[in-house]
């Protein structure tokens, strides 16, 4: 299964192009199960309803910019979390606990906001070199 973004600035180039034309729906199920959540709660991160979703599905067949842009901030930090934990479950688990570090969240949650997502990405570059930035 391939991710939505990678480090060549080729792969780049095309994931912003990507994000800006709109993530086709079939992403979201993808990250879903990346991850190991229901599709609703996913919908919640990403700030979506299950309404606004199905008529994606019917219509256009792709997220928005905006929704793409936040799954795709989702998807750089699981594989942030798969190069610290060294695992796609590890990852998943870590992303649903709560953590003392983040105020007793589950950094999934923070992911909806991108001052949320800085957070969560001071705490995994904290857990994988050991000191506090």
């Known amino acids: 299964m391939a991710h939505l973004a990678s480090v060549t600035p080729i792969a780049t180039a095309k994931t912003i192009g990507a994000v ?25 991160v990403l700030g979506v309803s299950r309404r606004t979703m199905q008529r994606k599905q019917v219509l256009t067949k792709r997220l928005s910019p905006a929704v793409s842009d936040r799954l795709s901030r989702i998807d750089r930090i699981y594989n942030q979390a798969v190069e610290v934990f060294g695992d796609g479950a590890k990852a998943s688990l870590w992303l649903k606990r709560s953590s003392r570090a983040l105020a007793n969240q589950a950094p999934l949650r923070l992911l909806d906001t991108d001052a949320g997502t800085q957070r969560v990405e001071r705490e995994l570059r904290q857990i994988q070199y050991g000191f506090v930035f």
């Open 20 to 44: 800006r034309k709109g993530l086709p729906v079939a992403a979201l199920a993808t990250m879903a199960e990346l991850l190991e959540v229901d599709r609703a709660e996913l919908l919640r």
